[in-house]
């Protein structure tokens, strides 16, 4: 959605590798907005066209696919738009239990940037891990013939997870934010140290604790599942994925990793 950063160009990068020199790597912007609800930042979300544009030259994008809202859904609000793509087994949990209609917005402009560039292989990043699995799922019960590419979360030196929404981020808010990576950290740590599983709900109520001691932390989730399902577990062992979404100040921010 533009605000483009290191971990977007990372994305970059992971496409030129998959085409070649002779290839050509598209990179779309758009700021959806129907994958955000009423109450979101879709109207405050961070933009900056030409930086964008000027780092998109830099890391040798050939083509930017920056459509307007009118070109996307022609006819929306004036009941000419009606048509949208939903998922409706991946997306029922997590993100899709606390934005209701965020997945709908995503995997319906997904679907039409497939349609329009008609790329060969998309490649996403794994901080939005349910985002990724649901398109996963999208391309291939709709046969769309393209490859999707998972790359690693890219972080900041302190563990941060790379998002545009950390501008927000102002003063003290930046480092108590740490506290999802250092969350992680330590659901790692205590699984490692268990010689049985340890019960799901014991695990979430450490970790709301450990999440909320910083002043401005409130957690929305924490989950643990089966990395290929994302079906929740009742225990957790090494080899679960934890997801989760903490509010730090106003800023809504997700990260997840293997345990």
């Not at 930086?51 to 307007?68: E, H, K, N, Q, T």
């Not at 709709?142 to 979360?153: D, G, H, M």
Request: a positive charge; glycine letters at 6%.
């Amino acid at each position: 959605m533009g605000y483009l950063h290191a971990g977007h160009l990372s994305l970059v990068k992971r496409a030129r590798s998959w085409v070649g020199h002779q290839g050509k790597v598209v990179l779309s912007i758009y700021v959806n907005p129907t994958q955000f609800g009423p109450n979101e930042d879709l109207t405050r979300y961070p933009r900056d066209f030409a930086r964008d544009i000027s780092l998109c030259r830099g890391a040798g994008v050939d083509i930017v696919f920056a459509p307007s809202d009118r070109a996307m859904y022609p006819g929306k609000g004036a009941d000419g738009f009606s048509t949208y793509v939903i998922e409706e087994s991946l997306s029922r949990g997590m993100e899709g239990s606390s934005r209701p209609t965020h997945f709908r917005g995503v995997t319906t402009v997904v679907a039409k940037l497939f349609n329009i560039v008609q790329p060969m292989v998309a490649i996403f990043g794994a901080k939005d891990y349910q985002q990724a699995a649901i398109i996963r799922r999208m391309t291939h019960d709709l046969n769309f013939p393209l490859r999707i590419v998972v790359a690693p979360t890219f972080r900041e030196p302190d563990g941060l997870a790379m998002s545009s929404r950390n501008k927000y981020l102002e003063g003290d808010l930046r480092i108590q934010a740490r506290v999802l990576s250092r969350a992680l950290q330590r659901a790692k740590e205590l699984i490692t140290r268990s010689r049985r599983p340890l019960p799901t709900n014991h695990l979430k109520r450490d970790l709301k604790q450990f999440i909320e001691r910083e002043a401005a932390a409130r957690l929305d989730y924490v989950e643990f599942f089966d990395p290929e399902t994302l079906v929740p577990v009742s225990r957790v062992s090494r080899g679960a994925h934890m997801a989760l979404a903490v509010f730090v100040g106003k800023t809504r921010l997700i990260d997840n990793a293997r345990l």
